[in-house]
């Protein structure tokens, strides 16, 4: 099969995600121009390549860093804007160290900067956190989780790896490794195509594997997305798609691309919290929260799981499985997906989630907002009929690890340990 390396791609009618509805403001943070991945608590900006950097040599001299000053030189105080975010221009300098390159994006924590560091000789991506008490002591927090998690994790092969962090001008900075695209923003700019099951496989190991590492080490990350997850590499091929074969070779919609290297690396410590007893509160983005979440149970690390389930489907169809923003059709679309739900987790519903629930089962359709709603959940296919519809092989052993990751009850859910030694990750699929 011939495959041809590519570093970038085409943007015609790429950015727009074909989901049902579109994410709503109280579900996912707003990103300025388009929300196309997270940075360690921060919204990434658009990316118009997938293709590295070009080498700080190459426009250290251009005039585009002119308004930066000489190489070393201190830029001029600049008052935060309104919000406290950090004010700069590209080509200022951050310390004598670092060298703004680029803005990447920014969010209610601050900004994300790409900054050419002069010690290491190597571009890096530099959180800026807004100076306000509130963000200032979460990014401490952020910082100390981050140093744990480097000093066990030796050959930084599991989560992004923090390389240093300063105040600067009462603003605390987070100096990060640079990698590639998350997997939301590859899948966005490969139409929501889907991932070959062998490639999901190889990405599914690597999550659980740190999901594992940080369960150890009783962490619960309570953000896992797409978002969330990048690739290592920016570098593709560009392979047939069979799927599609109907299509000409000569158009280029019969050709998807798939990552050169399946190297993956979780971000986004900003929400990461210790194991601890009555944790209630809502957490994660609402695609990939769990349902005991949800229903105001309490929660710990299944939820996590949950999430891995919920990102492994969605790799696997392109789309993410539960395309809704609002509680009430989103139980109804888990009971569509994966049957009903038990009665014990829908009488013991907090006060919140408790109107649900009508005598012992979902309010469902009768508690419907509208129409439309009710379309959206009969719309959705019974997991083992959406898999089949889009894995080639292994659908059995994927279908069956699936069902494990997203059982309702948490203490029936597989933990990220159990799930590794799953069959769909330990048999030899070479003989298949």
Same mark, same amino acid.
């Given at each position: 099969?011939?495959?041809?390396?590519?570093?970038?791609?085409?943007?015609?009618?790429?950015?727009?995600?074909?989901?049902?509805?579109?994410?709503?403001?109280?579900?996912?943070?707003?990103?300025?121009?388009?929300?196309?991945?997270?940075?360690?608590?921060?919204?990434?900006?658009?990316?118009?390549?997938?293709?590295?950097?070009?080498?700080?040599?190459?426009?250290?001299?251009?005039?585009?860093?002119?308004?930066?000053?000489?190489?070393?030189?201190?830029?001029?105080?600049?008052?935060?804007?309104?919000?406290?975010?950090?004010?700069?221009?590209?080509?200022?300098?951050?310390?004598?160290?670092?060298?703004?390159?680029?803005?990447?994006?920014?969010?209610?924590?601050?900004?994300?900067?790409?900054?050419?560091?002069?010690?290491?000789?190597?571009?890096?991506?530099?959180?800026?956190?807004?100076?306000?008490?509130?963000?200032?002591?979460?990014?401490?927090?952020?910082?100390?989780?981050?140093?744990?998690?480097?000093?066990?994790?030796?050959?930084?092969?599991?989560?992004?790896?923090?390389?240093?962090?300063?105040?600067?001008?009462?603003?605390?900075?987070?100096?990060?490794?640079?990698?590639?695209?998350?997997?939301?923003?590859?899948?966005?700019?490969?139409?929501?195509?889907?991932?070959?099951?062998?490639?999901?496989?190889?990405?599914?190991?690597?999550?659980?594997?740190?999901?594992?590492?940080?369960?150890?080490?009783?962490?619960?990350?309570?953000?896992?997305?797409?978002?969330?997850?990048?690739?290592?590499?920016?570098?593709?091929?560009?392979?047939?798609?069979?799927?599609?074969?109907?299509?000409?070779?000569?158009?280029?919609?019969?050709?998807?691309?798939?990552?050169?290297?399946?190297?993956?690396?979780?971000?986004?410590?900003?929400?990461?919290?210790?194991?601890?007893?009555?944790?209630?509160?809502?957490?994660?983005?609402?695609?990939?929260?769990?349902?005991?979440?949800?229903?105001?149970?309490?929660?710990?690390?299944?939820?996590?799981?949950?999430?891995?389930?919920?990102?492994?489907?969605?790799?696997?169809?392109?789309?993410?499985?539960?395309?809704?923003?609002?509680? *009430?059709? /989103? #139980?109804?679309?888990?009971?569509?997906?994966?049957? @009903? &739900?038990?009665?014990?987790?829908?009488?013991? +519903?907090? =006060?919140?989630?408790?109107?649900?629930?009508?005598?012992?089962?979902?309010?469902?359709?009768?508690?419907?907002?509208?129409?439309?709603?009710?379309?959206?959940?009969?719309?959705?296919?019974?997991?083992?009929?959406?898999?089949?519809?889009?894995?080639?092989?292994?659908?059995?052993? *994927?279908? /069956? #690890?699936?069902?494990?990751?997203?059982?309702?009850? @948490? &203490?029936?859910?597989?933990?990220?340990?159990? +799930?590794? =030694?799953?069959?769909?990750?330990?048999?030899?699929?070479?003989?298949?």
């Amino acid at each position: 099969m011939e495959m041809e390396r590519v570093t970038d791609f085409p943007h015609t009618h790429m950015d727009r995600r074909p989901r049902k509805r579109a994410r709503l403001g109280w579900d996912v943070p707003e990103a300025p121009e388009a929300q196309v991945g997270m940075f360690c608590g921060q919204e990434v900006g658009l990316m118009t390549s997938f293709a590295p950097s070009t080498a700080p040599s190459d426009y250290i001299s251009s005039s585009l860093f002119v308004k930066g000053g000489a190489r070393n030189a201190t830029p001029p105080w600049r008052e935060d804007d309104k919000d406290g975010h950090y004010m700069f221009e590209l080509g200022d300098n951050l310390t004598s160290r670092y060298r703004i390159h680029s803005k990447m994006g920014e969010g209610t924590f601050g900004q994300v900067l790409e900054c050419w560091d002069r010690e290491k000789k190597e571009m890096v991506a530099i959180k800026i956190v807004r100076g306000i008490k509130k963000y200032r002591e979460a990014a401490m927090i952020e910082i100390d989780v981050l140093q744990q998690l480097g000093r066990h994790d030796k050959g930084g092969n599991r989560c992004v790896q923090i390389r240093n962090w300063f105040d600067y001008r009462n603003h605390i900075c987070i100096v990060f490794e640079k990698l590639g695209p998350s997997l939301y923003d590859f899948l966005r700019k490969n139409n929501y195509r889907s991932f070959p099951v062998d490639l999901v496989r190889e990405i599914g190991r690597q999550l659980l594997e740190c999901v594992a590492f940080m369960h150890d080490l009783r962490l619960i990350h309570t953000d896992l997305k797409p978002e969330n997850i990048l690739l290592v590499s920016p570098d593709y091929l560009k392979v047939p798609d069979y799927k599609g074969s109907s299509r000409s070779p000569r158009d280029s919609s019969y050709f998807k691309r798939v990552p050169k290297s399946s190297a993956i690396k979780v971000i986004d410590f900003g929400s990461t919290t210790y194991e601890r007893q009555d944790q209630t509160y809502i957490v994660s983005t609402r695609h990939y929260r769990a349902p005991e979440v949800i229903l105001g149970l309490g929660w710990s690390y299944p939820c996590d799981v949950w999430s891995v389930g919920c990102i492994i489907v969605e790799l696997c169809t392109g789309e993410a499985l539960f395309q809704t923003h609002e509680n *009430l059709e /989103h #139980l109804a679309m888990m009971e569509r997906v994966l049957g @009903p &739900l038990p009665q014990h987790m829908l009488k013991r +519903a907090d =006060r919140h989630a408790e109107k649900y629930v009508r005598r012992g089962r979902l309010d469902w359709p009768e508690g419907a907002a509208s129409r439309e709603s009710i379309r959206a959940v009969l719309k959705l296919p019974r997991l083992q009929n959406l898999i089949m519809q889009h894995v080639d092989h292994s659908a059995g052993d *994927l279908i /069956h #690890l699936l069902q494990g990751l997203l059982r309702y009850e @948490p &203490l029936d859910r597989l933990t990220a340990r159990e +799930a590794l =030694r799953h069959p769909f990750f330990t048999r030899d699929h070479l003989r298949r």
